[in-house]
């Protein structure tokens, strides 16, 4: 297994990690538990190292389905969560947002006992608290790593000056924020830019763009009623259409590789530096074999500009998020 360096100085890991959020939330047509717990088994078997969870997938059960994947192979991990965002359990469309010291030495206690470990690798601040200044945040943050029970901080999209400010309280391990070929604001805000100014690494999610840039979903028809995607902008109506025919557009330079469109749109990612790390989302285990696979492709800068050329940074039809879900970016 390839592996890359999340940050200057920082922790080496699987230079593609595995999103478990789908196994528990947000993407329907979920199977068992034990389905996802061999998905896990067999992405450690393959080397891979970066688990990606957090409190609020579920909420709370996907953290506590990948504290049982991981009893007994905690040594092959690199552990990842977050905590921030507080689901209404009578209401799953309304969220609170929770950046408070007192809040985040109660989450990181509740993630731990989910999570079954004595340590957390990376815990990330799910989205910035507007109404608690980052500085209180991540000092907070930073008492957790004092005592032991979080070795790396991150944060997930923050800005970059709020990632500047954080930085100057305590070393930011990575940032994690939506990057893909549809999703390219870490580009255009500065975010990333400012990552490599800082020596904090950046780990991209949602690099298949939730699916869609791998082809294969052609209606939100076939989505459960509960999926989330039913009310993502970029898959309703025209702007649906839209964007799959930039995808259909990739799939022929992808056909020229031999490889799926979801494996282009990963080199994509990869290939734009040595310091993002993808995190792709999945159920099954062929995917993720798929998907592991595709840090064996090397695209040419013909290529590169070619994909460019059909997914400038402005190209998807559709916010990335519901309103209430862009309100809750810190920009
Ligand atoms: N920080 C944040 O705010 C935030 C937000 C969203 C996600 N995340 C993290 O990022 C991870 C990944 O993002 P994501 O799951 O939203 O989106 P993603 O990785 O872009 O896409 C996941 C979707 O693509 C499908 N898929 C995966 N591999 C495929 C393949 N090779 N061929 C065809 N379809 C494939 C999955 O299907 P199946 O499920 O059927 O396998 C799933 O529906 C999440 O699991 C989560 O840990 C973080």
Redesign the pocket.
């Known amino acids: 297994m390839k592996t890359r360096t999340l940050g200057l100085g920082g922790p080496t890991v699987s230079a593609i990690?595995?999103?478990?959020?789908?196994?528990s939330a947000?993407?329907g047509?979920r199977g068992s538990d034990a389905e996802s717990i061999a998905v896990i088994h067999h992405a450690l078997d393959q080397g891979l190292t970066l688990l990606?969870?957090?409190d609020m997938?579920g909420p709370h059960t996907n953290e506590d389905l990948v504290g049982r994947a991981i009893d007994g192979r905690r040594d092959d991990v690199f552990l990842a969560t977050?905590f921030g965002?507080k689901l209404d359990p009578n209401d799953p469309q309304v969220r609170g947002i929770d950046g408070r010291p007192e809040y985040v030495a109660a989450a990181c206690e509740a993630s731990l006992k989910r999570l079954r470990v004595e340590t957390i690798d990376l815990y990330?601040q799910?989205?910035v608290d507007p109404q608690v200044p980052i500085e209180d945040t991540v000092g907070a943050m930073a008492r957790l790593v004092e005592q032991g029970k979080v070795r790396h901080l991150g944060l997930?999209?923050a800005s970059a000056d709020t990632l500047r400010r954080a930085c100057a309280v305590h070393p930011i391990t990575a940032l994690?924020?939506?990057y893909?070929l549809w999703s390219r604001e870490p580009e255009t805000t500065g975010t990333l830019a400012a990552c490599r100014e800082l020596g904090v690494g950046f780990?991209a999610?949602?690099?298949?763009?939730?699916?869609?840039?791998?082809?294969?979903?052609r209606t939100v028809e076939d989505f459960d009623a509960d999926d989330y995607?039913r009310h993502a902008p970029r898959f309703q109506g025209e702007n649906f259409d839209r964007n799959l025919a930039l995808v259909e557009q990739v799939q022929a330079i992808a056909q020229d590789y031999g490889v799926?469109p979801?494996?282009l749109a990963l080199a994509w990612v990869l290939g734009q530096g040595e310091d993002i790390v993808?995190?792709?989302?999945?159920?099954?285990i062929?995917?993720?074999d798929?998907?592991i696979a595709a840090l064996d492709i090397h695209l040419t800068e013909d290529d590169r500009a070619r994909i460019d050329a059909i997914f400038p940074p402005d190209a998807a039809a559709g916010t990335r998020y519901p309103a209430a879900g862009m309100s809750a970016l810190n920009r």
């Open positions: 990690g595995l999103g478990c959020m789908g196994m947000f993407y047509g990606d969870t957090a997938y977050k965002i990330y799910h989205r997930s999209e994690q924020s939506e893909s780990v999610y949602s690099p298949l763009g939730r699916g869609f840039l791998t082809g294969t979903i995607r799926t979801g494996q993808p995190i792709p989302g999945t159920k099954r062929g995917y993720l798929e998907n």
